[in-house]
């Protein structure tokens, strides 16, 4: 499945953004999808999976800001962020694990930047 990735952009600490990762198929079926970021320097390291039952993870730093969700008739997956901070600065990255074996498909990855 193809991932295109959309929103993102410049904003003030404080501020919130949301990102939104639409397949090129229906998304019911994978097993689960979820969000990557890096860090100019960092590694990738994930902010939050979604499975196809609704069940979350969140890496902790993000947990009570950020909210995962997909909606599977739009066959798109957002990631709602909020009270964002200088540290959530990355390039932020969707993916879709179809079987649950292992990540397959990538976003193309987007941009957010926040500013003091």
């Known amino acids: 499945v193809q991932l295109v990735q959309s929103g993102g952009g410049l904003v003030q600490a404080g501020g919130s953004l949301r990102l939104s990762c639409t397949a090129s198929g229906s998304i019911s079926g994978i097993d689960a999808m979820g969000w990557y970021r890096q860090a100019p320097g960092m590694q990738r390291e994930l902010v939050a999976s979604i499975t196809s039952y609704g069940s979350t993870h969140y890496e902790d730093s993000v947990k009570g800001r950020f909210t995962i969700s997909r909606d599977n008739a739009k066959n798109t997956m957002y990631l709602q962020m909020n009270s964002l901070k200088l540290e959530d600065t990355a390039v932020y990255y969707c993916?879709?694990?179809?079987?649950?074996?292992?990540?397959?498909?990538w976003g193309q990855g987007t941009q957010v930047l926040v500013s003091s």
């Open positions: 993916y879709a694990d179809p079987m649950g074996w292992g990540i397959t498909d």
